[in-house]
């Protein structure tokens, strides 16, 4: 790895400089430097190299000091962190804390944020669902925010392209709501899990259940070896980072990909505090990056500037790159940047309980669930809410313990197996509409302690989430009532915005430069050198964990990106 | 190279390990959770997993402590440690012996009374310390491994035979 600290301007000006190292960013870190650029890649957090800096990878159970649960200390110094399912003692070390960049809220909004390179590709939960046209035609259709630049069919062989790197196992499963690839083998749906899927098809017409598609390498072909990855080995204990890299992380990917073709440089502890944009050139410039262990500031420089942040860190710097030019922003022309943010909505579960299979249980461990394709009102509003939502759907069977007792009692109690019912659960991942007062913008008085303001955020539910989740509890309890299952149990987790990790919008893509920021290529509108790929790209959010379509988009918009600069018109 | 005087007689074991508690109440709750998790050597007894290492010498007690210490509300790690301190003080009243000085079953039998008694300083006492134990228990390498644990299965299968043990 390199480290620069050269103070001539020829040092440190690059074909492209990447802002981010993580899901996206990495992608646009190793398109660009496998095509010979030379690339510069950005990171605010601390080195995360693969292998070397997972300190709990191969932790047993028992070696965790406090069995995963992080101390109370720590939970109350940082409530925000802590309230991510991941923020355990196998995980912890990975996100960054609360007092960091604080941000206000001017409404409840958990900002999870990682702290290294890599970033939330080491902790995510590796669910990649392509969307389809239907997904696209969302705002145009059904009238809000503003219509996509671009449809499946200008993505599709993007996903492909992706997907075959990253490696996605998956089945076929043939549904137009849902495109297929070309995937690696799938994981095996529990006995329970295909008799909700049959009944589910029985008594449905217009709702599959399938295996989740995931990016888990479930047989390695030539390319994951190529990257130094091997097949998955089904620990589960994926946020740790994976030293086979059995998973797809920036770090055990794309990264090291990347820094192999001796074209890419990655500089750790870079947090950037703007855009530098040239009146004369009428172009962005550089950055402003300030190193977070000496806080000096320094610039670099390049032809091109892909901003891959993460969904509202790439709107803070953009918000915070002002000049004569754009003294709202950059590329803030119209005044909507940091407006119309969304994210996705997990509030509501539902559990129960299966009497069948009672002579069955499950054997060894697999990283993924099922998973319940958007149903409702997918070819046309057929609700009194707009868009609907996906589901996580599993089931499982372990077995209890009687704790009563003391002495040997206790013992032979705790060892006896009791086994109950299989348990199944299901949670809804709903589409939220994007809204010009959902929004984030510069705080005008507190900033941290790099000097640049605070990031304000303004982002709730609406009636329409209401009603949605309304509809999925009364939709699954039919449902699980048809498959048998009893002890139905739909309730509300009480998650506020962000807490889902979704998050996205903000600099939105758009046909036009009056109601966007971003063309259909990811370029800013008046700033065509900036691209931004990450979650502030997007115009609506669909139901699909989004990192795959991130990948794709970025991967896209680079291969565009080096075109344009081969033609010389970056 | 000469190395400081405390590294020579440096091992794992001779670290302090166990904060915020005495010698004697450490050794005190290594007893209290052998008792309460007792070690049993006699194989084919009631359950298969009888015939294992008590709490005590599993070293729960130190993830009790740990516990104890870092995810514990203030009140009830206070009355933990004001209770413990004072369940010498419950054995003398019972057997006239302090609880190191009971046998293996008197010790249980002592337990099981402190499980019994109503007061809520006790009450709060005993759950921390039976939640703890069992939880460091159940979660130990031994009884993981007992149970069938694999670190790194490499499949999964969604549907086996049940074998009831």
Known sequence: MTYLNINSVKKRKFDAIIVGSGMSGGWAAKEFADKGFKTLILERGKKAEHIIDYPTTNLQPWELEHRGRMPDKVREENPIAASCYNFHEGAAHFFMKDTEQPYVQESPFQWIRPNQVGGKSLLWARQTQ?????????????????????????????????????????????????????????????????????????????????????????????????????????????????????????????????????????????????????????????????????????????????????????????????????????????????????????????????????????????????????????????????????????????????????????????????????????????????????????????????????????????????????????????????????????????????????????????????????????????????????????????????????MALTARAADYAMKEMKKGNL | MSIPAWANAWTPESLPEIKNISTENAKLLNMLVEALIPKTDTPGAAAPGAAAPGAGEMEVDKFVMAMVNDCTPDNQRSTFTTQLGLVDKFSMEKYNESFAELSAEKKTECISMISMNEAPSWRSFFGTLKRYTVQGYQSSEYIMYENGFQFAPGFYNGCVDLVKS
Not at chain 1, 266 to 291: C, E, F, T, W
Not at chain 1, 496 to 523: C, F, Y
């Open chain 1, 130 to 550: 392509r969307w389809s046209k239907y997904d696209f035609e969302g705002p145009a259709r059904d009238g809000f925010a503003v219509e996509w630049p671009i449809g499946y069919d200008d993505i599709a062989p993007w996903y492909d392209y992706v997907e075959n790197f990253v490696g996605i196992s998956g089945n076929k499963d043939g549904l137009d709501s849902l495109p297929d690839g070309d995937f690696l083998p799938p994981h095996e749906q529990n006995c329970v899990e295909k008799h909700f899927t049959d009944s589910v098809s029985k008594n449905f017409d217009d709702r599959h259940i399938i295996i989740g598609r995931c990016a888990h390498i479930t047989e390695p072909r030539q390319i994951h070896y190529d990257q130094g990855r091997a097949k998955c080995q089904h620990r589960t204990i994926c946020e740790r980072g994976c030293p086979f890299g059995g998973y797809f992380a920036a770090n055990s990917s794309t990264i090291p990909w990347a820094l192999k073709t001796g074209n890419a440089t990655l500089m750790p502890n870079s947090v950037v505090h703007s855009l530098i944009y040239d009146d004369k050139k009428q172009k962005a410039v550089g950055v402003r990056v300030i190193d977070s262990e000496s806080m000096e500031m320094t610039e670099y420089f390049a032809d091109v500037i892909f901003m891959n942040a993460s969904a509202l860190a790439t709107n803070h710097i953009l918000l915070n790159s002002k000049s004569d030019r754009f003294p709202e922003g950059l590329g803030n022309d119209n005044g909507l940047m940091g407006k119309y943010v969304a994210f996705h909505n997990y509030r509501a579960v539902i559990n129960a309980e299966y009497e069948g299979f009672m002579d069955k249980k499950t054997a060894g461990k697999r990283p993924n669930s099922s998973y319940v394709p958007r149903f409702r009102n997918v070819y046309k509003q057929e609700t009194d809410f707009l868009r609907g939502y996906a589901a996580g759907f599993q089931a499982s069977r372990n077995s209890q313990s009687n704790y009563e007792g003391v002495g040997k009692d206790l013992k032979n109690n705790l060892a006896q197996e009791i086994w109950g019912p299989w348990r199944v659960g299901s949670h809804m991942m709903g589409e939220t509409i994007p809204k010009e007062e959902s929004y984030v913008r510069l705080d005008q008085g507190l900033v941290d302690k790099y000097g640049i303001p605070q990031l304000s955020i303004n982002v709730k539910y609406d009636d329409n989430d209401e009603k949605m989740i309304q509809d999925f509890k009364e939709q699954f309890t039919e449902m699980y009532e048809k498959a048998g299952f009893t002890n139905i149990k739909a309730s509300e987790n009480g998650r506020v915005p962000g807490n889902d990790i979704h998050e996205m919008g903000g600099v939105r893509m758009g046909k036009d430069p009056k109601t966007s920021l971003l063309n259909e290529w990811n370029q800013l509108h008046s700033c065509k050198n900036v691209f931004v790929t990450d979650g502030a790209c997007m115009t609506s959010t669909s139901t699909q964990n989004p990192s795959l379509t991130y």
